[in-house]
């Protein structure tokens, strides 16, 4: 999301949500009050890179909390959350539903950091934000958050080393992160860029290399999320699958097709994943 990732991190923050890794990170936490009920991550990701600092934290029904903010050093401050502010907070319901951002109207927050270890690289800290979708009057009010002991990366992997990449009604869009979910038989991407933009799809699990035709109600189904958080699906195009090796959980391949919706239609033409599962 442009609003809430740093433009410098174009190289991917992967969520990697599986059952049989249920923490990327065992030794930090991450935890929060979301509308009244308690929230604690399964997965883990924290990338501090040239003074931008991403951090996010994800549950295993896709329950996903990220936040991004320009710091410059790494150290105990404050950032505030504001509308049309490039740091924010954006939550995804449950099954990657929905997306609310704290940077539009209404919304606010803040992250704070409360301590630092640059020798053993964690950072710990809270954070609160009220976000709301583009055109929706209600939202969700994150509170209680806290993050402790969560482990940073300083590097991140070479641009489009892995990631999901399109051009969209002839721009070139590439996700700023990728989770993925393995379960019932079916892999599932959710991937997120430029201004709250979404590229989801999904495909079994042993499913052979070749090229399928998507159908929101098929094996092989994808959509697309507006950046108003309009949710457009694939009624017609393809999928080719190049690599979907189980022993080292990479899958890679292409993809074509026009999302359709809400009185709209988008073109998604050239598209290109290479992620791990």
């Known amino acids: 999301m442009k609003y809430i990732f740093p433009m410098l991190l174009l190289a991917m923050l992967f969520t990697q949500c599986r059952d049989d890794v249920p923490t990327l990170n065992p030794d930090g936490s991450m935890k929060a009050v979301i509308d009244g009920s308690s929230w604690q991550a399964d997965v883990l990701e924290a990338a501090y890179v040239d003074g931008e600092l991403t951090l996010s934290g994800s549950t295993l029904d896709e329950r996903a909390i990220v936040m991004g903010a320009t710091i410059g050093d790494l150290k105990p401050l404050t950032v505030a959350f504001l509308p049309g502010s490039p740091d924010g ?24 950091i409360t301590a630092v270890d640059t020798a053993r690289e964690w950072i710990s800290g809270r954070f609160e934000a009220r976000c709301y979708r583009l055109q929706e009057g209600g939202g969700v009010e994150i509170t209680e958050g806290v993050f402790t002991k969560v482990p940073y990366t300083d590097s991140l992997p070479p641009i489009f080393s892995s990631g999901v990449r399109a051009v969209i009604d002839g721009a070139t869009w590439t996700s700023d992160s990728v989770a993925t979910a393995l379960g019932d038989g079916q892999i599932r991407v959710q991937s997120l860029g430029e201004n709250g933009r979404q590229i989801r799809f999904r495909i079994p699990e042993n499913a052979d290399h070749g090229t399928y035709d998507l159908d929101p109600t098929g094996a092989f189904s994808a959509i697309f999320i507006t950046m108003q958080s309009d949710t457009l699906s694939a009624e017609s195009g393809t999928i080719s699958i190049d690599l979907l090796n189980e022993d080292r959980r990479r899958l890679e391949g292409t993809f074509n097709f026009e999302a359709t919706g809400s009185q709209q239609v988008v073109s998604l033409a050239d598209g290109r994943f290479e992620i791990n599962y």
Not at 90 to 105: E, F, M, P
Request: net charge positive; aromatic share 12%.
């Open 89 to 112: 907070l954006t939550y995804t319901s449950v099954g990657g539903a929905r997306t609310y951002v704290s940077n539009t109207a209404g919304g606010d927050g803040f992250l704070r």
